[in-house]
């Protein structure tokens, strides 16, 4: 029997980097839309700070409605400041550990600089939580450490 490689598109995560340069014509001013995260992300700051084991810098988090099935989006600009948006409606569905891999990935673009590495285990499950789609909730429960490991560790 063939296995089906099934893509769910609808939990797709590509949290792309765009690389605004409105500060060349505005220098003094910070072209991001929020000053502060929406208190609903405190808990996977924490604890990606926990794990990073220190604190990130000044970058918010907060909900849009996102185009293009993204569930999350890291914008930098080439002044140096960094915001970080979280889709409305694949927060309200996500679970615990679909929310811990959307700000650990999103964090992994605007505070550790990464791109995607979308490296496959043989079970299934991506090797990095930096890969392009969310990491499924089994695959949270069965690689959490290695996770931690390959993103913070190496
Ligand atoms: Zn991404």
Not at 33 to 54: G, L, V
């Amino acid at each position: 029997m063939l296995r089906k490689i099934i893509i769910l598109l609808l939990l797709s995560s590509c949290g792309k980097n765009i690389f605004h340069k409105d500060h060349i014509h505005n220098p003094s001013k910070d072209p991001r839309k929020n000053a502060i995260s929406d208190p609903a992300f405190d808990n996977y700051i924490a604890s990606f700070e926990f794990d990073y084991d220190r604190e990130i810098g000044d970058i918010p988090i907060n909900f849009n409605d996102l185009k293009d099935q993204k569930a999350g989006v890291c914008y930098t600009w080439s002044s140096g400041h960094a915001e970080i948006e979280i889709d409305r409606s694949y927060w309200d569905t996500a679970t615990e550990n679909e929310k811990t891999a959307i700000i650990y990935h999103e964090l992994g673009h605007c505070e550790l600089g990464r791109g995607h590495f979308d490296a496959m285990r043989k079970d299934g499950c991506a090797l990095s939580i930096m890969n392009w789609i969310v990491i499924r909730d089994k695959c949270m429960d069965l690689h959490f450490d290695d996770y931690i490991e390959e993103m913070f560790r190496q």
